[in-house]
């Protein structure tokens, strides 16, 4: 087994460890993502007394939010535990710098290791939600579901570089969970976590075109959803990649920078 | 008045720690502020598909965002920090400290840390819902608002109350956070307005698990025809959801076995 790999197998093993706690916080969190919206959503039909909103009926739009809570724990994880800023508080970090590989692809193999768990929470609740919601808004395909898998695997690498890059910070501040959070906040409301994009104002909308939050959560689901062609999917693929590339050039650059402030000693 | 004068000793040491780590500082400002703003902007884009949410207009989901926004900030700035240490005290065994002092263990283990720099944010969304009440476009009456301003505090208690009861079980769970996940995710349904809450969910929201009473309750008392009977009820459910915490709060207490927990 490569060490990729491995770590990868580790890292998925100690997350399914803590069974009980696992499958609560994973139901009540689920729950909560959904029940919220499913709410905030029938009243907005209810009141507004529009058939449709952001170009989607009340049906189209629970959907969207469904996936949106299924696809984006594999995006997000619980929360972002690559323990970067951790390991140069507490000089763990030392360790890293001199094993024979890299410190990134390792913290990326943790990541997928914690992502499995997620993957498998996704998959358990998905099933029930088909039980009881109906997807008749989704136009699901085989060719929608593989796409679908390949920019939820694109969007997890662009949160881990932009999270990379955050808990670099570290380097130079204290503490950087603050805004690890504040993060999180932006990335929510412009990715497309707490609205979808469509029901954003067209000005608005072309901005968060050109920003790479929107693959995060909006490009995903409406991927899955069948509202992606083939040729804009492909295109979509092609600027997260230059995303992508963009973020690990900027995290190689801090990394550099603060290597050199960092002195192994923990604070 | 000796709780008073401990209290005070609590914030001198707080803001002096909270100097240490400058950048912390201005980051956790800006994280709360930012907080404001997502909110902000995600009722602006509901009201512009409707004019009416949860029975509220805009301008009076202006007024329940800001005083979310209020409760927010009062409850990370007095408690937050308190919270987050309390499941570290019990698992370490550090408990013991405050247990052996003459003052009570709660009043301690809840109000020890003051957020020094949420203490802006408590100031920047005060500001908030000043703005929000002056632009209201009708006269709301200052006799509303003497009563809605104690159902804020009840609603920093009551969010209160439900976080320490999600975290009070590392008594017996021993885990690294508790239910506290949990409680995150009740109160996502505190931070939209209870009138769109429908059925046995809003029953259980406004009474067993009161995340609508938090913020929704007190602006309710400012808008709607009856507010005596919205107070009444939202101080009652207060008062419960303190004896349970007192209640669950001493058996802990029987269960915590020190620094083998």
Redesign the interface.
């Known amino acids: 087994m490569s060490t990729f790999a491995h770590i990868v197998s580790v890292e998925a093993r100690t997350r399914l460890s803590?069974r009980g706690?696992f499958w609560?916080?994973a139901a009540?969190?689920f729950?909560?993502?959904f029940?919220?919206v499913f709410?905030?959503w029938?009243?907005?039909f209810a009141?507004?007394g529009?058939a449709e909103?952001?170009g989607r009926t009340l049906s189209a739009t629970i959907n969207y939010y469904l996936l949106v809570a299924l696809l984006g724990r594999m995006v997000r994880g619980?929360r972002f535990e690559g323990q970067i800023s951790a390991d140069i508080y507490e000089g763990g970090l030392n360790r890293y710098l001199v094993f024979p590989y890299s410190y990134f692809r390792f913290k990326y193999a943790q990541r997928l290791g914690q992502m499995a768990p997620e993957f498998l929470k996704s998959v358990v609740f998905g099933v029930l939600a088909i039980s009881f919601v109906s997807f008749e808004s989704a136009a699901f395909t085989v060719g929608s579901v593989i796409m679908g898998l390949g920019a939820v695997f694109v969007a997890n690498l662009v949160f881990f570089l932009i999270m990379t890059i955050v808990h670099q910070v570290a380097f130079?501040?204290?503490?950087?969970?603050?805004?690890d959070?504040?993060v999180w906040?932006?990335a929510?409301?412009l990715g497309g976590w707490?609205?979808p994009l469509s029901?954003?104002?067209e000005p608005v909308r072309a901005w968060l075109e050109v920003l790479p939050f929107r693959f995060l959560y909006d490009f995903p689901v409406r991927v899955l959803m069948g509202e992606i062609g083939a040729v804009e999917w492909a295109r979509g693929i092609v600027v997260v990649a230059v995303w992508c590339i963009a973020l690990a050039l900027v995290s190689r650059w801090v990394w550099r920078r603060g290597q050199r402030r960092y002195t192994g000693v923990g604070i | 008045m000796r709780y008073l004068r401990l209290y005070a000793y609590f914030l001198r040491f707080s803001f002096s720690r909270a100097m240490e780590f400058r950048l912390d500082f201005f980051f956790r400002i800006g994280m709360d502020a930012l907080w404001y703003v997502v909110h902000l902007v995600f009722f602006t884009v509901l009201f512009r598909h409707t004019n009416v949410l949860g029975s509220w207009n805009f301008d009076q989901m202006l007024v329940f965002a800001a005083t979310l926004f209020l409760v927010d900030s009062l409850q990370m700035t007095i408690l937050s920090n308190n919270r987050w240490m309390f499941p570290i005290l019990v698992n370490r065994g550090d408990l013991d400290y405050y247990l052996v002092r003459p003052v009570s263990p709660l009043f301690f283990v809840s109000l020890r840390e003051f957020a020094a720099n949420s203490f802006l944010n408590l100031l920047m969304a005060f500001g908030i819902l000043v703005w929000a009440l002056m632009r209201y476009p009708e006269p709301i009456g200052w006799g509303r608002i003497v009563v809605y301003a104690p159902l804020v505090a009840c609603g920093v208690t009551l969010f209160y109350v439900f976080s320490m009861l999600a975290v009070i079980p590392v008594f017996w769970l021993h885990s690294r956070d508790g239910l506290r996940q949990v409680f995150w995710s009740l109160n996502r349904f505190g931070q939209r307005p209870d009138g769109i809450y429908k059925g046995w969910i809003r029953r259980i929201l406004v009474t067993m698990i009161p995340m609508a009473l938090t913020a929704s309750y007190p602006v309710r008392v400012l808008f709607d025809q009856n507010p005596l009977h919205i107070a009444l009820h939202v101080v009652a459910v207060t008062v419960v959801s303190f004896a349970v915490l007192l209640m669950v709060w001493r058996r802990g207490l029987r269960a915590y076995s020190s620094a083998s927990s």
């Open positions: 803590y706690a609560f916080n009540f969190g729950m909560s993502d029940g919220v709410f905030v029938t009243a907005m009141e507004s529009h909103i952001g619980d130079w501040a204290d503490n950087v969970w603050s805004l959070v504040a906040f932006v929510s409301l707490m609205l029901v954003f104002s």
